[in-house]
């Protein structure tokens, strides 16, 4: 098919429609199913670890660490890669390679096991590197597809077709998850069992049924996670424009050109002190927030006390959709309090919020208390993150390179989650205790906060 006009209403609508494919990834894998499949595995060991090259690791730790260990990859990846795209026109293919390569990676997942870990970490880190470098893909063809008065219109618009199909989805997931019968799955028992035991080996043995086949209904989960977001890509992959060549060859020059532009930012920051010290400061800040967000579910159904297997499975996905939905709310209000407060205050009183939930988290251990938490986990995320990187743009000097200055923040992002995971996961391996993890990230908001205050009100340069 001839390409569409860049502007077209069309075009648009199929860029946006990749984030119906792919958010399945971040809420069904990332956020939910897969750490409560993965703690799973480990329900019938007392100190809960598992051998992985050559050492002996915390499970908590060893997915931690390998989280951010895809992070670091994605960080020096992606500028690279994006800067060799757009040289050689054609950004679709690598956009392409990395939706499969997460896809496949997801339906890897199905078998995931403690015996073959290595080969099920790897399945692990495809669908991780899978969904964070596509992304670097989605989001440059935004200023090619749209036009300025059209790209926050639209971005949001692919936001919330993202949010609407990864809900869809998981509640799939989670039928399929509580209510396993309803799918097909075995639950039958040993006929001795029904013909002469009593209640309680019934009840009890209908139960390790039921957790079996929730079991094997958490594994088919995460193949339909892959042949979602494959599948429905395809439509985004058809209308999409391949890209525009530079022409000529890919050169050393052009494939280190990403890298080289993030060093100039670096040298064009020192000269401007106020975006200098608010991105030290978000830098700080950002590695606890994301931190926290990446492990949350995982400290969930490690320390807080639910009572039962289903009621452990069923109110950790509750509690993302809790956060999901108050997020919606926490940008709206967010928002109304950096316009009539100011960006840097409202961070500032965010960053309050989030060293409290912290000290709370220490100390919660029911369902109630988690419930809670999630909530107000939900009204402080989705602020913190819009309005973290509406403030960089505020701060942006005049300039038409603003790709290689968000380029630049995402990279600092990316290796601060890097920092924040090792520090977590070491402190975790430890002690033994991720409760102690997140009561070590309250540093991490202090200091953001002491950052925050100096950050100048207006722009400075700094001349040495």
Avoid at 52 to 60: H, I, L
Avoid at 137 to 161: C, H, R, T, V
Avoid at 273 to 292: C, D, E, G, N, P
Avoid at 436 to 461: D, H, M, Q, S, Y
Wanted: charged share 15%; net charge positive.
């Amino acid at each position: 098919m001839s390409e569409l006009k860049k502007g077209s209403k069309k075009l648009l609508n199929a860029w946006a429609f990749y984030d119906w494919a792919n958010s399945v990834y971040t809420l069904t894998i990332a956020s939910s199913i897969f750490p409560i499949f993965y703690s799973a595995l480990f329900v019938s060991q007392v100190e809960k670890t598992v051998p992985a090259f050559g050492m002996v690791f915390k499970s908590t730790a060893l997915i931690t660490y390998v989280t951010a260990f895809t992070f670091l990859v994605v960080a020096f990846m992606s500028p690279i890669l994006s800067g060799i795209a757009d040289y050689v026109g054609n950004k679709k293919s690598f956009m392409k390679f990395f939706c499969y390569v997460g896809g496949i990676g997801c339906i890897g997942l199905y078998w995931f096991s403690l015996d073959s870990i290595h080969i099920s970490l790897l399945f692990y880190f495809m669908g991780l590197i899978g969904y964070w470098g596509s992304l670097v893909f989605y989001n440059s063809y935004l200023p090619d597809i749209a036009y300025p008065e059209q790209q926050d219109s639209i971005s949001a618009k692919g936001f919330s077709m993202g949010y609407l199909g990864s809900v869809v989805l998981l509640l799939v997931n989670l039928a399929m998850v509580m209510k396993p019968d309803w799918f097909g799955f075995d639950m039958s028992i040993a006929k001795t069992i029904t013909e002469s035991g009593t209640e309680q080996e019934i009840a009890e043995a209908l139960q390790t049924a039921k957790n079996k086949a929730s079991f094997e209904a958490m594994r088919v989960s995460f193949i339909t996670v892959g042949l979602w977001w494959i599948l429905f890509s395809q439509y985004t992959f058809y209308i999409l424009p391949k890209g525009v060549s530079n022409g000529g060859k890919v050169t050393r020059d052009v494939v280190f050109n990403g890298l080289q532009e993030l060093r100039q930012v670096w040298i064009q920051l020192k000269q401007n002190l106020r975006l200098k010290r608010y991105l030290v400061a978000f830098f700080v800040f950002s590695m606890a927030v994301q931190t926290i967000m990446l492990v949350a579910v995982y400290f969930g159904e490690e320390e807080i006390a639910w009572g039962s297997s289903d009621a452990k499975t069923q109110g950790l996905i509750t509690s993302i959709l809790v956060i999901q939905l108050v997020a919606i709310l926490g940008a709206f209000l967010t928002s109304r309090a950096s316009s009539k407060f100011g960006n840097i205050k409202t961070l500032i009183v965010i960053n309050f919020f989030w060293m409290a939930l912290c000290f709370y988290a220490y100390f919660m251990e029911t369902a109630l208390q988690f419930y809670i938490a999630a909530g107000f986990v939900g009204l402080v995320m989705g602020g913190v993150q819009s309005l973290a990187r509406s403030t960089y743009s505020k701060f942006l000097p005049q300039t038409e390179d603003t790709t290689s200055y968000f380029s630049f923040y995402d990279v600092a992002e990316k290796i601060g989650i890097v920092i924040g995971m090792v520090i977590f996961a070491t402190i975790d391996q430890i002690t033994g205790s991720m409760r102690n993890a997140i009561l070590f990230l309250v540093i991490f908001f202090i200091a953001g906060i002491v950052l925050l205050f100096r950050v100048p009100r207006t722009e400075l340069k700094k001349m040495d």
